[in-house]
């Protein structure tokens, strides 16, 4: 079983910048893809990156290039996700997630993930 816990949630002025962490326990987290996922009321869970096990290959949305970069430091067993020029637009409960087994790709869709956090509230005020 899998623990994923995250925190560095808050409110942040729009252009501010924000880093999301996510502790991972109860596993082996560097064979593990991660991911990060957030869903605003009234919206599905929207992908937003992901990261290869070994922190070689990333993915992000379009909505986010060029603003947000995962990385993750497998001695702390802890994936990030820094946030610069924060828009409204990004307030939403942030998820992270773990996909166990192997895939030949950095996975994007939530159903392919194992493992979900509980989430952390980022706020973005106009």
């Known amino acids: 079983q899998v623990q994923l816990v995250e925190s560095g949630g808050g409110l942040v002025q729009a252009g501010g910048s924000l880093r999301l962490s996510c502790a991972a326990s109860?596993?082996?987290?560097?064979?593990?893809?991660m991911g990060w996922f957030r869903q605003a009321p009234g919206k599905e869970r929207e992908f937003v990156t992901a990261?290869?096990?070994?922190?070689?290959?990333?993915n992000y949305a379009d909505s986010v290039k060029g603003r947000f970069t995962i990385s993750r430091d497998n001695a702390k067993n802890t994936v990030y996700l820094q946030m610069n020029s924060l828009k409204p637009d990004d307030t939403a409960v942030y998820h992270c997630a773990a996909r166990t087994s192997s895939l030949p790709l950095v996975p994007i869709r939530s159903s392919l993930y194992d493992y979900w956090g509980q989430g952390t509230q980022v706020t973005v005020s106009s």
């Open positions: 990261i290869s096990r070994s922190g070689g290959s990333t």
């Open positions: 109860g596993g082996t987290f560097s064979s593990y893809a």
